[in-house]
């Protein structure tokens, strides 16, 4: 575990001319046969070590890009508002000024306020609590008042279903505040969301979940989020037991890895605990990093 203990606030490397930091925005501690769903614990527990009580360390990594026209930034973390007894459930560490994730994109050369937009691949708490923070006042506010935030209309309008099997993921807290700001741009399907960045519908862990490409001078990285969240989620079978539509997550895999293959994508995962990116091998018969 001491690997994921050292991990540098941020990492930074180029895709064609624009630069991407990942952001170590904390971590948390989850279940890690919930993680990897029908896979054997004999066969996960060899990728990724499990604690006493059967979690596993994941980071919770965000991405901040210097497109040319807007500084962006890919998903926020956890965020500052849970309590102690949902911080102990999900094992999460965070701490910070406010949260990590600030100290982050002041360790890759920033100040919070230079964002220019935030694009949520879904509103999952690990991936949108930190759109959002918790004032000494008590009230809970945009922590980002200055940028447009960026997610699927279809994903806006599915977590406020708050049905019995998605409700414990989906917190209003965390993106209802955005909409009362006027600060939300909702996209439908594939979009440009500036110069260089684009979303593309990538379903499956939700309805409509969303991955973020980087393109710049012929080079693209690809931010996948929970479609794949760590690189021991490579293999096309090996999905979450949280995804709600899993066979469409494995196709969404499978179109990645095709063109990831073909143009030889920089992929970026969100969740894994020590790699921030890396590339699929070509000379390798199931998907594996070179």
């Given at each position: 575990?001491?690997?994921?203990?050292?991990?540098?606030?941020?990492?930074?490397?180029?895709?064609?001319?624009?630069?991407?930091?990942?952001?170590?925005?904390?971590?948390?501690?989850l279940d890690g046969g919930a993680m990897f769903g029908v896979v054997p614990r004999p066969l996960w527990s060899k990728r990724i070590e499990p604690d006493e009580r059967n979690r596993?360390?994941?980071a919770m990594r965000c991405l901040l890009v210097e497109a040319?026209?807007?500084l962006v930034l890919i998903d926020t973390g956890v965020g500052n508002k849970d309590n102690d007894k949902f911080r102990s459930i999900y094992g999460i560490e965070n701490e910070g000024d406010p949260t990590r994730l600030e100290d982050a994109i002041r360790a890759a050369g920033f100040a919070p306020d230079d964002v220019d937009i935030v694009v949520s691949t879904h509103l999952h708490f690990d991936h949108a609590g930190g759109n959002t923070r918790l004032r000494s006042v008590g009230d809970v506010v945009p922590s980002f008042p200055d940028a447009e935030y960026v997610v699927q209309d279809g994903e806006f309008r599915f977590a406020h279903r708050a049905n019995e099997r998605i409700r414990a993921s989906y917190l209003p807290d965390n993106y209802d505040p955005i909409e009362k700001a006027g600060l939300w741009r909702f996209v439908e399907g594939e979009a440009e969301v500036?110069?260089?960045?684009?979303?593309?519908?990538?379903?499956?862990?939700?309805?409509?979940?969303?991955?973020?490409?980087?393109?710049?001078?012929g080079e693209t990285a690809c931010f996948l989020a929970d479609v794949c969240?760590?690189?021991?989620?490579?293999?096309?079978p090996w999905i979450m037991g949280y995804d709600l539509e899993p066979l469409v997550t494995l196709e969404s895999k499978r179109g990645l890895w095709e063109r990831a293959f073909?143009?030889?994508?920089?992929?970026?995962?969100?969740?894994?605990?020590?790699?921030?990116?890396?590339?699929?091998?070509?000379?390798?018969?199931?998907?594996?990093l070179r």
């Open positions: 575990m001491n690997d994921f203990d050292d991990q540098p606030l941020a990492r930074t490397t180029d895709v064609g001319g624009i630069r991407i930091h990942a952001l170590d925005a904390g971590r948390q501690w596993i360390p994941l040319p026209h807007a500036t110069e260089g960045v684009r979303v593309i519908p990538t379903p499956g862990h939700t309805p409509f979940h969303q991955s973020v490409l980087i393109e710049s001078a969240p760590t690189t021991a989620h490579l293999s096309l073909e143009e030889d994508w920089l992929l970026v995962f969100e969740h894994d605990p020590v790699v921030p990116w890396g590339r699929l091998d070509p000379d390798v018969d199931r998907p594996a």
